[in-house]
């Protein structure tokens, strides 16, 4: 069994983690700076997208803030943030091999899937 202590550092990092990816990329796409190229290689007319996206991630870094307050009650949000990371990792990866988006977004994906890992650890060592 993960302890209390562990579960609540890891999902207080993985929303930490969330929050401020959906904050530096919303930032740099409201403010129109050269810094989105670090992440798309094409600038889009309309970031309408990303800020839903975005927006979504910061949803889920609440969530993970939640689970790290209570595991066992929140154990459905793990399962949610399982099936998000993964799916992140599953589009950026091969976008990035397409050069849709930059290494460092397909970093960033990467980091995803060790919380995906680390998530799913949780769930089996601690079972309802």
Same mark, same amino acid.
Request: charge should be positive; charged fraction near 10%.
């Given at each position: ?13 993985? $929303?930490?983690?969330?929050? &401020? %990816?959906? /904050?530096?990329?919303?930032?740099? !796409? =409201? ?25 979504a991630?910061?949803v ?15 154990? $459905?949000?793990?399962?949610? &943030? %399982?099936? /998000?990371?993964?799916?992140?990792? !599953? =589009? ?9 988006v ?27």
């Amino acid at each position: 069994m993960r302890s209390a202590a562990y579960c609540q550092r890891l999902f207080t990092v993985g $929303a930490l983690w969330n929050w &401020g %990816v959906a /904050g530096l990329i919303t930032a740099l !796409a =409201l403010f129109e700076l050269e810094g989105i190229a670090w992440f798309l290689n094409e600038v889009p007319k309309s970031f309408l997208w990303l800020y839903f996206s975005m927006g979504a991630v910061a949803v889920f870094g609440l969530g993970y803030y939640w689970v790290g307050r209570d595991v066992q009650r929140n154990r $459905a949000i793990i399962k949610m &943030g %399982v099936v /998000g990371k993964t799916m992140v990792f !599953a =589009l950026i990866l091969p976008a990035w091999q397409t050069g849709e988006v930059t290494a460092l977004t397909a970093a960033a994906a990467t980091v995803d899937l060790v919380f995906t890992i680390l998530f799913i650890d949780v769930l089996m060592k601690n079972p309802a």
